[in-house]
């Protein structure tokens, strides 16, 4: 007795108006990163924990710029600890293009312990690339060449615009001299959704359980 060919795995569902795409392989992880950056218009919003100074990193930093020279406005947080092998002076001209910049480092003692490894892209407030990605070779190579298999997933639709008033809040909690933990708590709480068919669910140093648990 044969048996019909099972259908083929679909990359992408449709939730609530939102485009989803699976990205489970690092060249299309990488691919859809370069493009999501060469195609914005208006702004482009990056979170990252590791972001290295290898030749994907250098590819990213070089679209970053090319964005900037092209009217885009770029903001980059990056945690210091996660990125603390990349020199300092490897932003500096993506700094002196206009990008706003910030290495999340806070100070020694408890605040040191609270490290972002958040991460994702946000273009024009529309699409958003998210996933447990870094920007680093290792995170863009195939399975084959010993990539990390960290998914990827890319979300085009109106879910992706309520990220930018969160990344806003943190990049500013970031750059802001002595910021208080009760106040990135806060920010942590005031963007957590609890309802819709698609909900962005942030974590954070809370007294109480994460919205994921």
Known sequence: MHRPPAPAFSRTVSIDGNQLTFLPDGPDRFSALLELIGSARTSLRLLYYIFGADRSAGLVREALIDAINR?????????????????????????????????????????????????????????????????????????????????????????????APYFDALMDWAVTRHSKIRDLRAIIHRFSETSGKLQWQYGGPMERLSPWA
Request: charged share 25%.
């Open 71 to 163: 009217g885009v406005q770029v903001s980059l947080l990056i945690d210091g600890f996660g990125s603390s092998a990349t020199p300092e002076n490897y932003f500096k001209e993506l700094h002196e293009a206009g990008a706003r910049f910030c290495r999340f480092l806070p100070s020694f003692g408890r605040r040191y312990l609270i490290r972002n490894h958040q991460k994702l892209a946000l273009a024009d407030d529309k699409i958003v690339l998210i996933g447990g990605f870094n920007i680093e070779d290792d995170y863009f190579k195939s399975a084959d060449e010993g990539g990390w298999r960290d998914a990827g997933l890319r979300i085009e639709g109106p879910a992706a615009a309520r990220l």
